[in-house]
């Protein structure tokens, strides 16, 4: 199962997720909303199972990225998971939201891509609202 953890984060990254939750759930709050990880580090075949979803496998595509093309994937020299990046979902008043148009996940966007992470809804060709990642230099 996909990790949910900060410590499965990048040491970098963990910091600028807890920065990027805390101030998204602080405007989210007036808009009953809130944010949350929904995956920070994933397995190989974890991301192989995401990558046929769409493909070989039922579902909609929700990946473009296959076993260790994935930001979710890195691990540091140790093999310890270090994922490079990590998904968010928005609890609605009480419902999840998926709408990425929606004013609480431009607040998510925003906060985000002003810490200097990047916002893969930004991406030219395949958008993905919930993934956020450290910005390539």
């Known amino acids: 199962m996909a990790s949910r953890s900060t410590a499965d984060l990048h040491q970098p990254l963990q910091k600028l997720c807890q920065l990027h939750l805390a101030e998204a759930n602080k405007q989210l709050a007036p808009l009953g909303c809130s944010v949350f990880i929904t995956c920070t580090y994933r397995s190989n075949a974890e991301q192989e199972k995401l990558f046929a979803q769409g493909r070989t496998a039922p579902g909609k595509k929700v990946t473009n990225a296959r076993a260790g093309q994935s930001k979710h994937n890195a691990v540091s020299t140790s093999g310890k998971p270090a994922a490079l990046a990590y998904d968010v979902a928005i609890l609605d008043n009480g419902k ?42």
């Open 96 to 137: 999840l939201n998926w709408n990425a148009t929606s004013e609480p996940w431009q607040i998510v966007g925003k906060v985000g891509v002003s810490l200097g992470l990047e916002w893969a809804w930004n991406w030219r060709h395949f958008k993905e609202a919930p993934h956020f990642q450290l910005a390539a230099n």
